[in-house]
């Protein structure tokens, strides 16, 4: 069983530090403005990628509490920016757009 959080002590001072996979981890819609078309985000606990339940294969690059750097394999990144432990956008470099994330419901 993954703990979401956990307590660490800094300097006399009790700190609540997530595990920084979950705040990333879930299903996520984005909706491609020019074409209209809605796609499905999937991040898995693994930090694994799907769009479209489609896997991407690739790496992280960089994962913090605002942002998670997935570079695929031809060499572009996609950013997903998180606010208050919680992803709201994602930026594809490929295309050169950013789109805003909400929760998928099937």
């Not at 690059?61 to 997935?70: M, T, W």
């Not at 997903?80 to 470099?93: G, K, M, Q, T, W």
Request: glycine share 4%; hydrophobic share 35%.
């Amino acid at each position: 069983l993954m703990r979401i959080d956990q307590n660490i002590q800094v300097n006399g001072d009790l700190k609540l530090q997530t595990a920084l996979p979950l705040i990333y981890a879930g299903t996520w819609l984005f909706i491609d403005d020019l074409s209209q078309k809605h796609h499905k985000l999937e991040i898995t606990v693994d930090l694994n990628i799907l769009i479209d339940s489609h896997e991407l294969p690739g790496k992280i690059e960089r994962l913090d509490e605002s942002s998670l750097v997935f570079l695929d394999t031809y060499g572009y990144h996609l950013q997903i920016s998180a606010e208050n432990l919680h992803p709201v956008s994602v930026y594809d470099e490929a295309d050169n757009r950013s789109y805003d994330l909400s929760e998928y419901y099937k």
